[in-house]
């Protein structure tokens, strides 16, 4: 097995995406969801992918540990146009970032998401249970609460962790999930 480092990254510093409307992604993030718009970077610099100079803005939505969610737009839509993908993905629903929340947190995020109209799907895990939204631009945001018995679970996947995927990609592909009441979706 290769060398790990010898410290882990200490967090997430950020996840970036392109969005098309600043201002819509701004009123899901920060008056939907409550996270705070922190940073505003306005710039302008030259882009190989069209040759020519483009101006672009870069926002950040700070989380509490002071990682960050950041997004892109430019004002210049052949470039928007660059970022997005040329097919998109048939099941979208795997491409998400995930956020854990408490559960008081979990909640409030429930009434919040309910209350400004948007859909939201709830998904039982067994170790954990979470919410899912969409943003204006396709961005899956999941919220979730771990189990009370977290510790004692992530002691169990620490030992087999690697043997469970050496027996996954062998072929064996059954469950190793007791802990989900049903099948969610």
Not at 129 to 146: A, K, N, Q
Request: with cysteine; hydrophobic share 35%; charged share 25%.
């Amino acid at each position: 097995m290769p060398s790990l480092l010898s410290r882990p990254p200490e967090r997430l510093h950020h996840h970036a995406y392109v969005v098309k409307d600043q201002e819509k992604n701004r009123q899901f993030f920060e008056d939907t969801l409550g996270i705070p718009l922190t940073a505003t970077w306005c710039e302008q610099h030259f882009s190989p992918w069209v040759n020519r100079d483009v101006a672009f803005c870069h926002t950040f939505y700070s989380l509490g540990d002071g990682g960050a969610l950041a997004f892109f737009s430019f004002a210049d839509d052949e470039v928007y146009r660059k970022c997005q993908p040329e097919k998109p993905a048939e099941i979208a629903a795997f491409d998400h970032i995930a956020f854990k929340v408490d559960d008081a947190t979990y909640d409030e995020l429930i009434a919040r998401i309910n209350a400004a109209g948007e859909t939201v799907r709830e998904t039982d895990h067994g170790y954990c249970r979470s919410i899912y939204c969409t943003s204006p631009d396709g961005l899956i945001v999941e919220f979730t609460v771990d189990s009370p018995d977290v510790a004692k679970i992530d002691a169990v996947r620490r030992t087999d962790a690697h043997s469970e995927l050496a027996r996954w990609m062998a072929g064996d592909h059954r469950t190793n999930n007791d802990l989900r009441s049903h099948l969610a979706t």
